[in-house]
């Protein structure tokens, strides 16, 4: 079966522009998180939603960075007027329940120029 | 591919020897402990987890051990295989939170 996926897989923006990632996870899956991965460094947590509602959003790092998921499936996550310290990859992970095992889609690579 | 880590720890072993990789925790409330396998240009995949009322969970070829005393967690390889070759992290999470923290992670290099 399908698993988590993500466009674009790269994204090259130049510094003050917008954009927008997308995470299709596993149908069905409750649980969805989103990691910012930069080089050579584990995953840091930014935000988890149980289906539509957002129950944490403690690592979004600055008010530019804002997440929605309003159908409870297709994520998004959106960065307002890019840094270049924004630079990193950005991964997306679905459960099936809370607390359940959690599956990686392969990530964005965003580079702010 | 894309490196997932150009200056992280690194453990060479040689194939068929067992793989010993070693994370320290910071929250003493941590209840719950994956960890992950990330090869390059992928997103991290679940290997073996466990939780905090265990000191030892087994699966297939992996162990994990907790030692909770002193913030310890390991994960053991048995008989490494080229396809082990990949950055491991750790990953912890405590009760009634959402937010899993991962560890920084360590290169494991199965030479032939």
């Known amino acids: 079966g399908a698993g988590v996926s993500q466009s674009p897989r790269y994204k090259v923006a130049k510094r003050g522009q917008d954009v927008a990632l997308r995470c299709d996870p596993i149908?069905?899956?409750?649980?969805l998180f989103w990691y910012q991965q930069a080089l050579g460094q584990g995953p840091e947590f930014l935000t988890y939603?149980?289906?539509?509602?957002?129950?944490?959003k403690s690592g979004l790092p600055s008010d530019r960075f804002f997440a929605e998921r309003p159908e409870g499936s297709v994520s998004t996550l959106k960065i307002q007027r890019t840094q270049q310290e924004d630079s990193a990859v950005y991964l997306c992970?679905?459960?099936?329940?809370?607390?359940?095992?959690?599956?990686f889609g392969p990530g964005t690579r965003l580079t702010v120029l | 591919g894309e490196s997932v880590g150009l200056h992280l720890p690194t453990l060479s072993v040689q194939e068929g020897d067992n793989s010993i990789i070693n994370c320290a925790y910071s929250?003493?409330?941590?209840?719950?402990f994956i960890w992950y396998k990330q090869e390059s240009g992928k997103g991290p995949q679940f290997i073996i987890d466990?939780?905090?009322?265990?000191d030892k969970r087994q699966g297939q070829r992996v162990t994990v051990l907790l030692n909770k005393t002193v913030k310890h967690l390991s994960l053991q390889i048995a008989a490494t295989q080229p396809g082990d070759s990949a950055v491991y992290f750790c990953?912890?999470?405590?009760?009634?939170?959402?937010?899993?923290?991962f560890g920084t992670g360590t290169r494991l290099k199965v030479l032939a």
């Open positions: 992970a679905s459960s099936l329940m809370t607390g359940g095992e959690q599956f």
């Open positions: 149908s069905g899956h409750v649980s």
């Open positions: 939603f149980q289906n539509e509602a957002q129950l944490d």
């Open positions: 929250n003493s409330a941590s209840d719950y």
């Open positions: 466990i939780r905090s009322n265990m």
């Open positions: 990953a912890e999470k405590a009760s009634g939170t959402y937010k899993y923290i």
